[in-house]
């Protein structure tokens, strides 16, 4: 049996602030942890407008961007940033379809939320989007490089 080892793939994740309102960052955080991903970097923090336009700046033309912005910038979020094998697709895959009517249960928007517009998280849609995120909401000094015993060795 060849083991596909565990890589360097990072992805950036962030509770919105209805995840943040709910109380629901613990249990995020648990999916994450318990499937088996490593978090290296982890702030709240209240974004600016500016911040997130830039964010969601592939998104400036879409009818509903206003009231995404409004949404975004209506309380604090929790930015993260996960690293572990296929974290981009699998990250995405744990948080469900955009749409909570298409997020199959079991995921986070499938169990936790009913309506596009109040869906709870955001994941990197590609690791291109990955690098390009984490660089907008992280310096680098606040990643951070670590071996863990229990990730890097059994998972
Ligand atoms: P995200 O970036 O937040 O992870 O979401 P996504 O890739 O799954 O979806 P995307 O199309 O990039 O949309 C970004 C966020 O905008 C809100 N949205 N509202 N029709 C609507 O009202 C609508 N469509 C999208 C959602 O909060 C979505 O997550």
Known sequence: ????????????????????????????????????????????????????????????????????????????????VWQGLDIVKQGRAMLGATNPLASAPGSIRGDFSIQTGRNICHGSDSVDSANREIAHWFKTEEINDYKSALIDSWV
């Open 1 to 80: 049996l060849i083991t596909k080892m565990a890589n360097n793939e990072r992805s950036f994740i962030m509770i919105k602030p209805d995840g943040v309102h709910r109380g629901l960052v613990g249990k995020i955080i648990q999916r994450f942890e318990e499937r088996g991903y490593k978090l290296v970097a982890l702030k709240q923090i209240t974004a600016s407008k500016a911040h997130l336009e830039e964010h969601y700046v592939d998104l400036k033309d879409k009818p509903f961007f206003p009231s995404l912005i409004s949404y975004m910038v209506s309380g604090p979020v929790v930015a993260m």
